[in-house]
């Protein structure tokens, strides 16, 4: 079984910071894409930032200079920086990962329960 747990979410003031982690557990052999998505309520889900073959970062163009995208290889987690909060990037932020694993292992796309930020005065 492999699980993608997210952390970090909640409210915050327009122009303020958040950190989002998402951690990948379970039988896993290899991670080959992992990253962020979001979607607002009436929107379709988004890609925000994600580290793609060959180690490679994709990011929106509206999240461009403000959010980062990290991983620690190690522990089988990223994380996004969220700097400079608009009230726009309020969603709902969900964890994907493409990996190689699972019970009887396969190559497969994976999805976190997500987390919601709020960006608000």
């Known amino acids: 079984q492999v699980q993608l747990v997210e952390s970090g979410g909640g409210l915050v003031q327009p122009g303020g910071s958040l950190r989002l982690s998402c951690a990948a557990s379970?039988?896993?052999?290899?991670?080959?894409?992992m990253g962020w998505y979001r979607q607002a309520p009436g929107k379709q889900r988004e890609l925000v930032a994600a580290?793609?073959?060959?180690?490679?970062?994709n990011y929106a163009d509206s999240v461009k200079g403000r959010f980062t995208i990290s991983r620690d290889n190690a522990k089988n987690t990223v994380y996004l920086q969220m700097n400079s909060l608009k009230p726009e990037d309020t969603a709902g932020y969900y964890c994907?990962?493409?990996?190689?694993?699972?019970?009887?292992?396969?190559?497969?796309?994976?999805w976190g329960q997500g987390t919601q930020v709020t960006v608000s005065s």
């Open positions: 580290f793609t073959g060959g180690g490679r970062t």
């Open positions: 379970g039988s896993i052999i290899s991670i080959y894409n």
């Open positions: 994907h990962a493409k990996l190689w694993g699972g019970e009887r292992p396969a190559v497969g796309d994976y």
